[in-house]
Nanobody, 112 residues
Framework: QVQLVESGGGLVQTGGSLRLSCAAS????????MGWYRQAPGKQREMVAT???????DYADSVKGRFTISRDNAKNTVYLQMNSLKPEDTGVYYC??????WGQGTQVTVSS
């Protein structure tokens, strides 16, 4: 399985920004699709954003216009830029591709 490591989470106030990083053990170019997912306490895990090799993106309605998924192939890294954060964005954020398992994730907490 491909190893993915999330980082960049933290505590921010409402309206703040964070950039999450997902570092891969191999070239993300061959992964075909990368995605960010999140899980709030007591809630099911949900898709936040996905990105394909042909640059097709998809976002959850709740984050459209605020979050941007991108990649840096040279660094084997996928990013999630999160702006205008809201308390409901709080949760553990995970990155995943078809060849990876769920990892530890990174905690994002947005205070009201």
């Amino acid at each position: 399985q491909v190893q993915l490591v999330e980082s960049g989470g933290g505590l921010v106030q409402t309206g703040g920004s964070l950039r999450l990083s997902c570092a891969a053990s191999g070239s993300i170019f061959i992964f075909k699709l990368m995605g960010w997912y999140r899980q709030a306490p007591g809630k099911q895990r949900e898709m936040v954003a996905t990105l394909t090799n042909d640059d097709t993106t998809d976002y959850a309605d709740s984050v459209k216009g605020r979050f941007t998924i991108s990649r840096d192939n040279a660094k084997n890294t996928v990013y999630l830029q999160m702006n205008s954060l809201k308390p409901e964005d709080t949760g553990v954020y995970y990155c995943k591709c078809p060849f990876s398992n769920w990892g530890q994730g990174t905690q994002v907490t947005v205070s009201s």
